[in-house]
């Protein structure tokens, strides 16, 4: 079995064939946290215009290589749940970038999940490089499976994601998902930047469960480093 550092270089060597990436840190408390990152994202995206693969934005774009403010809003609050020794599931989760915060917190299981393939590259990456795979696991998960998905017969405490309700043909398939694998007495927590908030997400869920709403503001700085006040709405599913 290969070692985290060779398994590490393998893993970048593959990601590198297709990315010009480098780690960077980026501050979350006195340690900060490693991300890789694409170099001159413009370029990366000149390219697949040049290639005519972007045919839909949401879908084609690589979204999951933004590290979303939302993120940190939503991995800090999972402080508030009494992680310790709880399992956590991220849906949609990108780099990575929440599981790696909450893996800092006390999960005694934590389970990274997408369904791009260099999405959870990239988040193994992250994974190796911050020494956290004896706690996260780096998952391919699609809500849109029917039925319970054997490898999580337990459930899991809670469940989070950031920025995945963009896409309202998921909402109903991630409200059955959610249903099938939140262990009882769990939550399930999403967080949404209001400029993209979708109220019929709510509408949906409010049917199986109890739904409420909290806002939390915070300040980020754009691309251009200019300071930004944003507004997250937080919506919490649990058992009705």
Known sequence: MPTRTEELENLLAVIRADFDVDFE??????NPLQILSINNMQSHLDKLLQK????????????WAKVWPGSFVLGRLLRKYEPQGKS???LGAGCGVLS????????????????????????????????MQDIVEVARVDVTTPGRDPRFSQG???????????????????VKFVDRHLAPGGK???????????????????KTFKVTEGRIGVKTHDDDGEEQRRVYSILILERS
């Open 100 to 131: 790696l915060v909450a893996a800092r917190y006390g999960f005694s299981r934590i389970v990274l999940s997408d369904v791009v393939e260099e999405a959870l590259r990239f988040a193994r990456a992250n994974v190796l490089r911050n020494d």
């Open 156 to 174: 899991f405490d809670l469940m989070a994601a950031s920025e995945i309700l963009y896409l309202e043909e998921l909402h109903r398939p991630l």
């Open 25 to 30: 840190p980026m501050q979350i408390d006195e």
């Open 188 to 206: 399930a927590l999403f967080c949404t930047d209001m400029a993209r908030a979708k109220p019929h997400f709510a509408k949906v869920a409010s």
């Open 52 to 63: 005519h693969a972007i045919r839909d934005p949401l879908k084609d774009l690589p979204l």
């Open 88 to 90: 956590l599931l991220e």
